[in-house]
């Protein structure tokens, strides 16, 4: 019923006809798989990740892709404008970090395509930690457990030199961009998609 109201919504905007509809801008800040059909369909959209295979690569789509927002209070403007040069309050240098790799699979919470992935990276990585306790000289840590506070994986990528982010649910992914912001490096996987051999 949802897209039903939003397009009620939309015959009421007496300013988008057909001819003005490619001077206007929508803003969409669901993610795709949610997001009402008549936003997806707008010529000039601003969301967190690509309406379906609408964005080929060379080829103006006219969509831009936004980062997701990171409310955590450390990753402010504001806050970052304050921190001088003093060791307490920038981000640690890379060879000053505690961990060498970490992730926040979360397995449970996603679909059964990506599951394999994450469970064979959670598997090795389980096996890799069982023989080995270090990593370069510093600890891994890999989760496959909910945190319930999202302040204490920051804590986490900030004393982290690689953070792997591997696929999630939909093509949009919060996690690189916090990654990016906590100075740790982002680890991007690739593999086949398309569930043949090889």
């Not at 964005?55 to 209070?73: A, D, H, R, W």
């Not at 970052?80 to 640690?92: I, N, P």
């Not at 996603?110 to 090795?124: H, L, T, W, Y």
Request: proline fraction near 6%.
């Amino acid at each position: 019923k949802s897209h039903v109201i939003a397009e009620e919504v939309f015959d009421h905007l007496e300013h988008l006809t057909p001819s003005t509809l490619p001077r206007h801008v929508f803003f969409n800040s669901a993610q795709g798989d949610v997001a009402q059909p008549i936003i997806r369909e707008m010529p000039f959209l601003v969301g967190m990740e690509p309406r379906d295979d609408m964005m080929p690569l060379g080829v103006n789509s006219g969509q831009i892709i936004m980062p997701y927002v990171n409310t955590n209070e450390k990753y402010q403007p504001d806050h970052l404008s304050k921190l001088d040069d003093s060791r307490s309050s920038r981000l640690k240098p890379s060879l000053e970090r505690r961990y060498a790799v970490s992730a926040f699979l979360f397995r449970t919470t996603i679909k059964s395509d990506e599951q394999n992935v994450r469970q064979i990276f959670f598997d090795r990585a389980q096996e890799y930690m069982s023989q080995n306790k270090t990593l370069g000289g510093r600890a891994v840590h890999v989760s496959d457990t909910i945190v319930d506070r999202e302040e204490d994986i920051f804590k986490v990528y900030r004393d982290s030199i690689f953070c792997p982010c591997l696929h999630g649910d939909t093509p949009g992914q919060k996690r690189i961009f916090d990654v990016w912001l906590s100075g740790c490096i982002p680890v991007v996987l690739e593999y086949d998609q398309s569930h043949e051999a090889g």
